[in-house]
């Protein structure tokens, strides 16, 4: 591959283990040239994991929970002092329900758990950008990336409160693209990614079916993780400084399928 973020320096959050897609991500970063810092909650980091591929990207990893402020402040400021200055991209990969984990059906979901849902695989996008933005952290045509799922716009019943969850990420990638966009020339992004074998995919009951009727209904088949990983490095490079706001679907077709002929007959 080539050097397409020679010189960049980027924040990628949630790799937890070889199967997350952030990890694919912080591989084909590094591979790119860039410089990069990894992070994830401490209660992932003690998993340990996250110090193979550390090493392997010659990174730094600093504990934040993605919901507290004061941790993202830390974060951010620390990765100026390691990087020197500001940084030109960032990867919000977070994601969990606590209804879904708990088992609790979507008509009979516990408010208090729905709200933590959402800070954790939403707000804390918001969150991200917000400690950014009052730190002046990002460069001038920086690239903020969320991931994302189709259950923001079609049901997906076990998905449950995540549809929730990521209509509203892609909201915040709007919203808050305007004003990074107006002020500072840094462009945000959601991408809605194919169903994909990671531990916060398969945490989604039936799973195993959606993932196979997805990958028969797409014409090019489900995306990898590692297919995103590369979509990713697109974005965070130069090759598109002027894509923002959107909300980029990265799923083999499968988002403009109505029926598939062969998915039928099977
Ligand atoms: N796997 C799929 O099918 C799929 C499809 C579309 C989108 N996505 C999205 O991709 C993203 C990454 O998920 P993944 O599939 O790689 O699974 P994953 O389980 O490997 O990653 C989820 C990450 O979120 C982190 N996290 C959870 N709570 C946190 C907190 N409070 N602070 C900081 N980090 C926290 C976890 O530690 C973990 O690293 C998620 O937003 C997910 O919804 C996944």
Redesign the pocket.
Known sequence: MGNLLAGKKGII?????S?????KVAERCVEEGAQIVL???P??MRMGEINGLAEKCNAPVIG????SIEDLEQLFTRSMEHFGGKFDFVL?????SVNVRKGKAYTDLNYDWMQKTYD??AI?FHKMMQTMWKLDAINDWGSVV????IAAQRVFPDYSE?AES?ALLESIARSFGYHYGTAKKVRVNTI??????????Q??KG?MDF?NYADKMSPLGNAS?EGCANYCVMLFSDLSRFVTMQNLYHDGGFSSMGMSPSLIEQ
């Open positions: 959050s949630g790799a937890l283990n199967e997350s897609i952030a990890w992070t994830n909650a209660v992932a934040a929970d993605a919901t919000h990969s977070i994601g969990m954790v695989s804390s969320g991931l994302s799922y995540m990521k809605s990614q194919s169903p994909t074998m990671t531990t916060a995919g945490g989604i799973f993932f993780a």
